[in-house]
């Protein structure tokens, strides 16, 4: 019998792990409320011999206690052992936690060991490996129904569009009037200071402006790069916490962008950067330019302790040791009660101005307490509907950072990160052509995260911080090129056709996937750039590419007719080569999305209406290399 595990791969698809929560199938997910019982099944074939399999579960951090599991039956030839979890029991006082189990399979002499590698599915190993995680948040916890289904759309403020709106310079600003031939500001290597203080004049009236264009896209939700007073053109470097930059239109044009856009379908999300300010800042004023005694004038100040000084005035903590971004100390209770404690608070003034939520810049960085404090006020003063989103790089499920593990969704903290993981694989996808990284990537976050918290993710492929997509398909290898180089290099018009085909099929894959889409603006316009600043070049309105735009505009509507996206359940089909196939699901409908990545035709088998082409697919149609198909 021994031998039989000596070809691990053959044995390894014979056992079944499943789960039902109070009765229900739930075997897709690994993170479940407080108040329920979870119970788990083990399928094992009978000629395997396995008759006295263990759990061996463990709180984070905690040792491991081993469960003998019972005989419960027998289906064909499948053995069923099971055991049934109070998660209320299991978290003790607490309202949460986070847990880590594998099975132990004894075999004569010998025990084999149980081993996932994306939280759903099992395999066996002669040595321990990959344990399942499980995660139980608080009873109650949900992320807002509106948010559900949604396209997001990114806007980097001073780049999308000016409008009618003249903007005031500032005595140490400029403007660059070249709007579709400029380049921004940068430095003579990367890393190197840059002033960034010239503009292009983008603002909030331009956006304004620009909503019909944004309806026709199909979005609900516009976030916006920060936009607090701040000396930079990227506004990263907050100056004033309490005013919206008057280069952007200050806080009335905010205020008729969020009325505006209310009226179209759509909510504006703020880009929160609370882990540090800038130095020419009302709260540190390290040049004198506002009226506050800042922290590095004086220790008297009202903000001194609102910074972590190693030695007065110039040597303090800042953010990645850049020293125009002082961080601030948000265990300091008058710090973090400015932020977030209070209708008068930071979050307190934006969320009674009607926002529809806030994007977290360098979540990790942030407090427990800050995060639960933000939580408790916007949820409070918008009526549980402001979303509250991360940025965190990694699977948030349990993310470890700063040596501290993480609670961000037991249910007091965020609604959503910034799905960088997904990112990663599609690209890895869309430029290797293997779906084995990609289809293990969307079950292993399927299985970690609350299934609210899935229909909510921030599906991106490029942001502020990384290459434009479009240059990641196409674009040459940029290791050894210098940014006055890549300031200018752009794609052969051969070279793009090629990057905009692989760029359809990933936008395919954004829309379709559970969460909802952020697309980075002019990403469905054709905009090309390699690294920070290169990737904030101006929005080219009249110039854009009308394949892209007319192929993200039908997106859009299928988003819109098809309900699914909002809450449908998912599942990985088939994963074979460069070709993956999944499906959007509820009891009611469902939808089939094969794409092809490879460079013959898939036969996969499928019929049913195409609903980007409108044709209509039988069993004996293949899916065309390069293809992504949308099937009802």
């Known amino acids: 019998m021994l031998a039989k595990f000596s070809n691990t791969k053959s044995a390894n698809k014979k056992i079944i792990l499943k789960k039902t929560v109070n009765g229900e199938d739930a075997s897709l997910f690994g993170a479940f409320s407080l108040k329920k019982e979870l119970c788990l099944s083990l399928l094992i074939p009978r000629a395997l011999g396995i008759t ?32 049934t979890l109070d998660l209320s029991k299991l978290c003790g006082d607490e309202q949460s936690g986070l847990f880590y189990y594998d099975f132990l399979f004894p075999l004569g002499e010998k025990t084999y060991f149980s081993e996932t590698f994306d939280n759903l599915g099992l395999e066996l190993s002669e040595n321990e490996g990959s344990k399942f995680r499980l995660l139980v948040y608080e009873e109650g916890f949900d992320t807002p129904k509106w948010f559900r289904g949604g396209i997001m759309y990114h806007i980097f403020v001073d780049r999308f569009a000016k409008g009618s709106f003249s903007a005031p310079l500032r005595e140490d600003a400029f403007f660059n009037e070249d709007w579709e031939n400029g380049i921004p500001q940068y430095g003579e290597y990367p890393g190197a200071f840059v002033e960034n203080n ?116 110039n040597r303090y903590e800042s953010w990645w040791g850049i020293p125009i971004l002082p961080k601030l100390n948000l265990e300091n209770e008058s710090c973090r009660n400015y932020f977030v404690y209070g209708e008068d608070s930071v979050v307190g003034k934006y969320t009674k101005m009607g926002i529809g939520g806030i994007r977290l810049d360098v979540a990790d960085e942030l407090t427990d307490d800050f995060l639960e404090g933000l939580r408790k006020t916007t949820k409070e003063l918008s ?93 040459e290898d940029n290791y050894d090129k210098t940014n006055a180089e890549l300031a200018r290099i752009k794609m052969d018009e051969e070279t793009k056709k090629k990057a905009v085909k692989l760029l359809k099929i990933g936008s395919v894959l954004q829309y379709t996937v559970y969460g909802i889409p952020s697309v980075f603006y002019g990403d469905e316009a054709g905009l090309e750039g390699y690294r920070d600043p290169f990737c904030r070049m101006p929005f080219p309105w009249g110039k854009e590419n009308s394949e892209l735009l007319s192929h993200y505009t039908a997106l859009g509507k299928i988003r819109r007719k098809n309900k699914i996206f909002c809450e449908g359940l998912f599942r990985i089909r088939k994963s074979e080569g460069g070709y993956i196939e999944y499906e959007r699901y509820n009891d009611k409908e469902k939808l089939i999305i094969a794409i092809n990545r490879g460079s013959t035709p898939y036969f996969a088998r499928l019929s049913g209406k195409e609903l980007l082409s409108g044709r209509v697919y039988t069993e004996n149609d293949p899916i065309p290399p390069l293809e992504a198909v949308i099937l009802k």
Not at 57 to 83: K, V
Not at 279 to 285: A, P
């Open 198 to 313: 010239v503009f292009f004049g983008g603002n909030l009236i331009g956006i304004k402006e620009k909503l019909p264009y944004l309806k026709s896209l199909g979005v609900t939700v516009i976030y916006l790069s920060p936009i607090f007073k701040a000396y930079s053109n990227h506004k990263y470097d907050t100056g004033d916490y309490m005013q919206v930059d008057e280069m952007f239109g200050g806080d009335e044009a905010l205020s008729v962008l969020i009325s505006e856009a209310e009226k179209n379908g759509m909510k504006i999300i703020l880009d929160g950067v609370f882990n540090h300010t800038g130095d020419d800042s009302k709260y540190f004023n390290k040049y004198g330019k506002y009226e506050d005694l800042g922290a590095y004038q004086s220790k008297k100040s009202e903000y001194y302790n609102w910074y972590h000084w190693k030695e007065h005035p």
């Open 383 to 475: 009526g549980g509907k402001s979303v509250i989103i991360g940025e965190v790089w990694e699977n948030a499920a349990d993310k470890i950072a700063y040596g501290k593990r993480r609670k961000y969704f037991r249910g007091k903290q965020l609604d959503s990160v910034m799905n960088y993981p997904f990112r990663s694989a599609a690209v890895d996808f869309l430029t290797n052509g293997d779906s084995a990284l990609l289809a293990c990537a969307l079950t292993e976050l399927y299985a970690s995260y609350p299934k609210c918290v899935c229909d909510s993710l921030m599906n991106i492929l490029g942001t502020h911080d990384t290459e434009r997509i479009l240059t990641v398909l196409g674009g």
């Open 52 to 83: 006295y399999p263990t759990l061996r579960l463990a709180r984070d951090g905690e040792a491991a206690t081993e469960y003998p599991m019972d005989f419960s039956g027998i289906e064909l030839d499948l053995d069923r052992f099971e055991i």
